[in-house]
């Protein structure tokens, strides 16, 4: 059963940009809070960007402050990453995740309830 569908992965190099979509099978998937994590090889599953998706409140890691933005599209439960300025260290399998609830802050793998099946991103210097 699809809940969370990411698509918009790929290769490219480095200082390109790339934009993955999430978008909600059905609308009782799209949750309060919806992010985006990264699992590279060899190392843990991290959250990167988060957004409140009733109000806009966005949180990101330090590692891609500046360079990537999470939005979304509430009508459509659909929820963005843009990436610019990539580098190969952003190499990693992207997913998607529906969260209830996280008290102001970037959601953390414990916070989700739904995740994407993933998108692979590679970066290449």
């Known amino acids: 059963q699809v809940q969370l569908v990411e698509s918009g992965g790929g290769s490219v190099q480095a200082g390109g940009s790339l934009r993955l979509s999430c978008a909600a099978s059905?609308?009782?998937?799209?949750?309060?809070?919806m992010g985006w994590f990264r699992q590279a090889p060899g190392k843990e599953r991290e959250g990167i960007a988060t957004i409140y998706t009733r109000g806009g409140t966005t949180y990101y890691a330090d590692s891609v402050k500046g360079r990537f933005t999470i939005s979304q599209d509430y009508a459509k439960n659909t929820v963005y990453l843009q990436m610019n300025s990539l580098k190969p260290e952003d190499t990693a399998m992207y997913y998607c995740?529906?969260?209830?609830?996280?008290?102001?802050?970037?959601?953390?793998?414990?916070?989700?309830?739904?995740w994407g099946q993933g998108t692979q991103v590679t970066v290449s210097s």
């Open positions: 059905r609308y009782t998937y799209f949750r309060d809070y």
């Open positions: 995740a529906a969260v209830p609830f996280v008290p102001y802050r970037l959601a953390r793998r414990s916070d989700v309830q739904y």
